[in-house]
């Protein structure tokens, strides 16, 4: 079975006048693949695509794929939007007394199943001009437990209450005081109650316009629980929390799968292997398929993931492994110092930071951790020069590249006059290409309009172009939101990269913990009140540094013995014990 996807949102006629269909080899024999559809944009037919590949290597804005996909795969299709449109093949199955988890990358037909678990989406089983009824996606699934699952769906027997994923756009659907909003799904716990348990004394005051990323993620989770619910989904719960909140909210859910159906979709993989029991893996290509493997136990799926393989599926989904070190940090940086500062402070109104004094190493990467609202981003902007200290001074004589928390799309042009408007000469090098722009995958981007890129698109050019600008020092706020799980891993392999090549430091700060374990060399650690007072202390080493705050954060991380990779012991746990005792928070050797 071939799939012949045609992008139809990257496919440009006016500049290339479907040059694809010169390169065809059954249309110089008078049949032709590729045709104008009815919107002036190439359509591909799948019946008479030989798969050759020319096209989509031929075809300069990568509009089209040709995809081999195994025979067997016909009769396991669930949805498809259209003809030459994204396809996804075979579902999940919540079970009780478990939680469920789903792992792949965006665009890939996650949240689309979400909609199909909740019965909000009926799937169409491929017929996208005739679709099927309910009882007959109900025959289609006969004897199996998705038909047991949806059948009390469809009867109205099971009741789901679902957290969306696209939080940011809460406010846009409700714009009064958070207070409304929660007294409506008051059903299984009190307002009160769900403010106590999500922390939100504070932003139960406000209206929804007013409140952050954290606080908004908190009360969707909060308007989530609160439904009286027999399966509760939740759509990457952790998105804008710190690592504090995403541990809580974890435990939150982890409890509920007692006596609830509980399904997640989440991208840090720490927090996923903490509360999720089973886990199905997705692999398929972004906006062309999706296929849902067959569930495994967490640490199985997780390795799976990292090394790219099902061996199950005899399924390669990336060219390469994603591999772990046992210890961290390099020892072969330069003991001078790029940067050095003083003991530093800023003062607001209702907010005081100290930071104390410190230095940053030529070569040395520094992770950042901590709390939200407790400094870390206005520490960064006093490095970067944005924020002027209430006291202490910066070394202004270092040039520095700063990529800001949050990312304000206002280039009016494509990706690719960005950066030839601001790294023209280091954008067309050859290293920029291969250590920057290939694993971040920008060539699918670079004719995008900047204003029209999402959240994770965004993020991967503002990364790149961060690391694009001559400096001696890269800080980083936040590089790893509203990027999946492959993504994250590939960012913090460039950004570490580009240092060990470039002989240049960086400053990371994140609240993934894969992320920081892959990129860093030492760590900061910030602790106060958060929103009150905020205090920064090191560098230290990295052992020292994640010690200090998974201490606060009371949790201990093992290695795991195939992948190196960092584990969340469970609470109470022998290991968890024993490492405690030790005071090893973050790894034993």
């Given at each position: ?61 990568e ?9 067997e795969?016909?009769?396991?299709i669930?949805?498809q ?66 038909k ?85 989904f ?75 393989y ?15 070190e ?62 002027v ?6 070394d ?50 670079l ?42 891993m ?25 992320f ?6 030492s ?34 991380f ?17 290991l ?7 005071g ?6």
């Amino acid at each position: 079975m071939r799939i012949a996807a045609l992008l139809k949102d990257r496919c440009q006629p006016k500049k290339c006048n479907t040059e694809c269909i010169k390169y065809c080899p059954i249309v110089r024999t008078g049949v032709e693949v590729v045709v104008m559809g009815e919107s002036g944009k190439p359509e591909i037919s799948e019946e008479l695509c030989a798969g050759c590949g020319i096209c989509t290597h031929k075809c300069p804005f990568e509009a089209i794929k040709i995809i081999g996909l195994p025979d067997e795969l016909l009769d396991d299709i669930v949805h498809q939007y259209g003809e030459n449109s994204f396809r996804l093949y075979r579902l999940p199955v919540p079970k009780t007394g478990v939680v469920t988890g789903i792992l792949g990358p965006n665009g890939i037909g996650k949240s689309t199943s979400f909609k199909m678990l909740s019965g909000e989406l009926i799937p169409n089983l491929g017929r996208f001009d005739n679709p099927p009824s309910k009882e007959e996606v109900l025959d289609h699934f006969a004897g199996s437990e998705v038909k047991d699952y949806l059948e009390k769906v469809y009867s109205k027997k099971f009741r789901t209450s679902m957290k969306p994923q696209y939080v940011d756009k809460l406010p846009t659907v409700f714009k009064g005081p958070v207070i409304d909003l929660l007294k409506k799904v008051e059903e299984r716990m009190t307002v009160s109650e769900a403010v106590d348990l999500l922390e939100l004394q504070e932003a139960v005051k406000r209206n929804m316009t007013d409140l952050s990323g954290g606080e908004l993620q908190r009360v969707a989770i909060a308007a989530t629980l609160m439904k009286d619910a027999d399966i509760y989904f939740f759509d990457e719960p952790s998105s804008y929390l710190d690592i504090y909140q995403r541990i809580k909210i974890a435990r939150i859910i982890e409890s509920m799968a007692a006596e609830k159906n509980v399904v997640v979709i989440e991208h840090d993989l720490a927090i996923l292997d903490f509360l999720a029991e089973n886990v199905y893996l997705v692999f398929g290509s972004e906006g062309a398929y999706g296929v849902f493997s067959q569930p495994r136990q967490v640490r199985a799926s997780i390795n799976v993931y990292l090394d790219g393989y099902a061996k199950e599926e005899n399924i390669r989904f990336r060219e390469y492994p994603i591999r772990f070190e046992s210890h961290p940090p390099r020892e072969n940086w330069q003991q001078l110092a790029l940067m050095e500062y003083g003991e530093l402070s800023c003062e607001y109104p209702a907010f005081k930071l100290k930071v104390d004094a410190g230095s940053i190493k030529i070569g040395e990467t520094v992770g950042v951790v901590g709390p939200n609202a407790i400094g870390k981003t206005t520490f960064v902007k006093m490095l970067a020069g944005v924020q002027v200290p209430s006291g202490g001074d910066v070394d202004r004589k270092i040039k520095v590249s700063y990529k800001p928390q949050y990312i304000s799309p206002d280039f009016d042009g494509t990706v690719i006059d960005l950066f030839n408007t601001y790294v023209k000469d280091f954008f067309e090098s050859g290293f920029f290409q291969t250590e920057i722009a290939h694993p971040m995958n920008l060539k699918v981007l670079l004719e995008k309009n900047v204003k029209t890129l999402s959240g994770g698109e965004l993020q991967r050019v503002a990364v790149a172009l961060c690391l694009a600008r001559d400096a001696d020092i890269y800080l980083l706020d936040e590089p790893s939101a509203y990027l999946d799980s492959n993504q994250r891993m590939e960012t913090a392999k460039t950004i570490r990269r580009t240092m060990e090549k470039r002989g240049r430091s960086a400053m990371v700060v994140d609240h993934d913990i894969y992320f920081l374990d892959m990129v860093s060399d030492s760590m900061m650690v910030f602790e106060g009140q958060p929103g009150f007072d905020g205090h920064g202390m090191g560098p230290f080493d990295m052992r020292q540094g994640m010690n200090m705050f998974l201490k606060k954060v009371d949790i201990t991380f093992r290695r795991d013995n195939d992948t190196n990779r960092p584990r969340i012991n469970k609470p109470g746990s022998r290991l968890d014990r024993e490492q405690k005792g030790k005071g090893e928070y973050y790894y034993s050797s």
